[in-house]
Every structure is written in structure tokens, then in C-alpha cells.
T-cell receptor, first 113, second 112 residues
Framework: SQTIHQWPATLVQPVGSPLSLECTVEGTSNPNLYWYRQAAGRGLQLLFYSVGIGQISSEVPQNLSASRPQDRQFILSSKKLLLSDSGFYLC????????????FGQGTRLTVV | GENVEQHPSTLSVQEGDSAVIKCTYSDSASNYFPWYKQELGKGPQLIIDIRSNVGEKKDQRIAVTLNKTAKHFSLHITETQPEDSAVYFCAASPSGTYKYIFGTGTRLKVLA
């Protein structure tokens, strides 16, 4: 069966420090991969999605970047964190067909202090 | 641009009553409409979905209806139970894209 792993679960980082969140998927090949951010009391904002290795689409201009070095690995990064980067970050995957179920990881709660 | 509005933001019902959450989407090319349930500190999980060629779908106590003309879709939960308490998100996915545009969520509280 397919599983998605996301880590760490919680992270407290000072302003100006770098960030690296990792997400891996098991049990499937060539998944579409997504990073979402969920601010407190708000919906899920799509940050990045990827349909293949090295292919990244950015949905909103921001202080973050994403990379997909391997088929089932998706990384969210920042060189210098801002206070506004605090939030709950979710990785998700879907199959290659459009309009299919998205499977989410357990999320990373990032607090920038 | 693409947008999904969701109402209400919070909903409290007595155990055993029904709950209804409504969403409106802007992109008429959307053809897939999932509903997700998110429990505290966890990632969302799919509870039901509907495609644009269907007007209604039911799975036990949960049902979803879709009005393509009005670009509305709704989640109906009957005989609510305390374990239904969670945040519910609707989403719309435009045809031919890999994007899922989510609503802002509804916090449902089922009072025992």
C-alpha cells in the first residue's frame, strides 16, 4: 500500500535561519507531489506542485522554494525564514490522472520565532 | 482566478442532528469535487468525492450534492456523532490540471 512520510512533525526556528522539510512517498511510482500551507484558522494554500523529477510549479510568490531530487521525494526549503512563514505545512501526493484523491502527510507545524 | 468559498466557518449541532456545509467554486472547468476531514494535528483525509457528471453521491451517513449550473456543492452528514467533530474542507479541481483549490474549512462540533 502507499504511504507518505513527512518530517519533522514540529519545528521551531529563529527568523533568518534556513528551512528544509522533507516528504517521501512509498508504494507508488511517478506521483504528483504537492506542498500546502495551512495558516491558523484558514484553508489550505497550494504552494508548489510537481509532476516529475526536477519539475516544479510555484503557485504563489514567496520566501520558499521546492525541489524534487528523486521521483518520490519532495523538499520544501527556505534560505532565510520570516515570521510570516509560520504555519502548518502539508505534503500530499496524487496519481498521474487529474481529478483523483490526494493523500496527505501528517504535517509539520513550523513556528518561526 | 480560481476560488472556492466555503460556509459556514463554524457549525455546532446536537448529536443525532444533520449538518450541512456548502461550497461555491468559480472555475466552470472544475470537474472533481472532494471533501476532506481533518482531525486536530493531522493531515486531511478524503471522506467522499463527486465528479461533474453526477448530481449526488451517498456513502452511509455522508452525502454530497452538486449543482453545476450554480457552481455549488454541499456536504450533508446525517445522524451526527461526536467523532464527526473535525474541520471539513471542500475542494475543486479544474479539468486537465493537477491542482486542488481548497475552501477555507468548516469547524464542525457535535455536542453530546
Amino acid at each position: 500500500s502507499q504511504t507518505i512520510h513527512q518530517w519533522p512533525a514540529t519545528l521551531v526556528q529563529p527568523v533568518g535561519s534556513p528551512l528544509s522539510l522533507e516528504c517521501t512517498v512509498e508504494g507508488t511510482s511517478n506521483p504528483n507531489l504537492y506542498w500546502y500551507r495551512q495558516a491558523a484558522g484558514r484553508g489550505l494554500q497550494l504552494l508548489f506542485y510537481s509532476v516529475g523529477i526536477g519539475q516544479i510549479s510555484s503557485e504563489v510568490p514567496q520566501n520558499l522554494s521546492a525541489s524534487r531530487p528523486q521521483d518520490r521525494q519532495f523538499i520544501l526549503s527556505s534560505k532565510k525564514l520570516l515570521l510570516s512563514d509560520s504555519g502548518f505545512y502539508l505534503c500530499a501526493w496524487t496519481g498521474t490522472a487529474s481529478g483523483t484523491e490526494a493523500f496527505f502527510g501528517q504535517g509539520t507545524r513550523l513556528t518561526v520565532v | 482566478g480560481e476560488n472556492v468559498e466555503q460556509h459556514p466557518s463554524t457549525l455546532s449541532v446536537q448529536e443525532g442532528d444533520s449538518a450541512v456545509i456548502k461550497c461555491t467554486y468559480s472555475d466552470s472547468a472544475s470537474n472533481y469535487f472532494p471533501w476532506y476531514k481533518q482531525e486536530l494535528g493531522k493531515g486531511p483525509q478524503l471522506i467522499i468525492d463527486i465528479r461533474s457528471n453526477v448530481g449526488e453521491k451517498k456513502d452511509q451517513r455522508i452525502a454530497v450534492t452538486l449543482n453545476k449550473t450554480a457552481k455549488h456543492f454541499s456536504l450533508h452528514i446525517t445522524e451526527t456523532q461526536p467523532e464527526d467533530s473535525a474541520v471539513y474542507f471542500c475542494a475543486a479541481s479544474p479539468s486537465g490540471t493537477y491542482k486542488y483549490i481548497f475552501g477555507t474549512g468548516t469547524r464542525l462540533k457535535v455536542l453530546a
